[in-house]
């Protein structure tokens, strides 16, 4: 089993950022895919940015440019650092661990005010 502790969400003016912080902890393995997705309302959940243990990294075209995510494989932490930030940007972020088998975090709340 992996656990994942979500972190860093909160409520932000249009333009603002955040950073979101996940810490994976439990049956890790050394080669991983970590990332965040969100579910905004009424929507479908969908990917924001995801990261491969040896650093490698995909987004959505809605977020290039002003999300950054990142890891810390010694932590076996992944962060997202969000920039720029608009009022479409929000909804429940979700930490993602695949290891060959997906884990989800709880979900942490962020809301963009315009």
């Known amino acids: 089993q992996v656990q994942l502790v979500e972190s860093g969400g909160g409520l932000v003016q249009a333009g603002g950022s955040l950073r979101l912080s996940c810490a994976a902890s439990?049956?890790?393995?050394?080669?991983?895919?970590m990332g965040w997705y969100r579910q905004g309302p009424g929507k479908q959940r969908e990917l924001v940015a995801i990261?491969?243990?040896?650093?490698?990294?995909n987004c959505a075209d809605s977020v290039k440019g002003r999300f950054t995510i990142s890891r810390d494989n010694a932590k076996n932490t992944v962060h997202l650092q969000m920039n720029s930030l608009k009022p479409e940007d929000t909804a429940v972020y979700y930490c993602?661990?695949?290891?060959?088998?997906?884990?989800w975090g709880q979900g942490t709340q962020v809301t963009v005010s315009s």
């Open positions: 993602y661990y695949d290891t060959g088998r997906g884990y």
């Open positions: 439990g049956m890790i393995f050394s080669i991983n895919t």
């Open positions: 990261i491969t243990s040896n650093g490698r990294t």
